[in-house]
């Protein structure tokens, strides 16, 4: 069911925790390599992608005062720092795998996506989507990304409200919110799932906040074409 919890607490939690994350890389940034048991290990291989599921070895080793664990991403010989939260630290790639691990990970047939329903009827219902328009679904996340609301970004709000429309939610209140998001096939890597996406009089929008005290609903309309195709996506799942 969705939850009474406003769209602008849930996105200013979501920010909030990589906001923290973002600050803590600010103030004491990881390391674009490091040198463990000998070996040199690189980051950014996997993009802006969360960290899932990873398969850990029991493996632990330490340097310059930190630990890492080693993780087996796609057969690919992976550190994680460790203490990082519910998802642990940063990951690295064995040097002489980088780019294997940084093609498989740009692959898009490499993951399996998903459609998350959330509504009043039916509660959360989780779909895989067999056909997708990759190109379109990056589009998507590149839009929400783009125009989501974001309480660090003064500048970037104020671009994006340029954009948007008010909804008033006493009369068009969206009951129905969607998620789509992707994880890599070996469970280690998925997307965002912070971005939620709603329709209108047949057209898509990105909700940005639901202001609960003007009980008004901050949204920005996508483009034509991707809301076309993403209507299309989603249909066939409402008529279940």
């Known amino acids: 069911m969705v939850k009474k919890a406003s769209l602008f607490l849930a996105a200013l939690l979501a920010l ?6 973002n ?6 940034p990881e390391p674009e390599k490091v040198k463990i048991d000998g070996e040199t290990y690189r980051a950014g ?20 005062g930190k630990t890492y664990r080693r993780a087996d991403c796609a057969g690919f010989d992976c550190m994680q720092t460790s203490g990082g939260g519910k998802t642990g630290g940063i990951v690295y790639c064995l040097s002489s795998q980088w780019e294997d691990a940084e093609a498989y990970y740009s692959n898009p047939e490499n993951y ?5 329903i ?16 990759y190109e379109k679904f990056d589009a998507l996340t590149s839009f929400g990304d783009i125009f989501a609301y974001d309480p660090f970004d003064s500048v ?13 939610a006493s009369e068009n209140d969206p009951l129905t919110y969607f998620t789509f998001y992707k994880e890599s096939k070996d469970g280690s890597f998925g997307s965002f799932k912070g971005h939620h996406f709603f329709l209108m009089d047949g057209k898509m929008y990105l ?11 901050s949204a920005v309309e996508l483009s034509e074409e991707t809301s076309s195709c993403f209507i299309e996506t989603v249909t066939p799942f409402l008529e279940r």
């Open 16 to 21: 909030c925790l990589t906001g923290c994350v």
């Open 156 to 168: 970037k709000n104020k671009a994006s409200e340029s954009r948007g429309i008010l909804i008033d």
């Open 207 to 217: 909700a940005r906040y639901h202001d609960r005290s003007e009980d008004m609903v």
């Open 23 to 28: 600050l803590h890389n600010a103030l004491s």
């Open 118 to 133: 959330d509504s009043m009827q039916g509660g959360k219902q989780v779909f895989e989507i067999e056909d997708i328009d």
């Open 112 to 116: 399996t996506y998903y459609l998350q």
């Open 45 to 64: 291989f996997y993009g802006s992608l969360w960290t899932k599921n990873l398969a850990f070895t029991g493996e632990e080793y330490e340097s310059d």
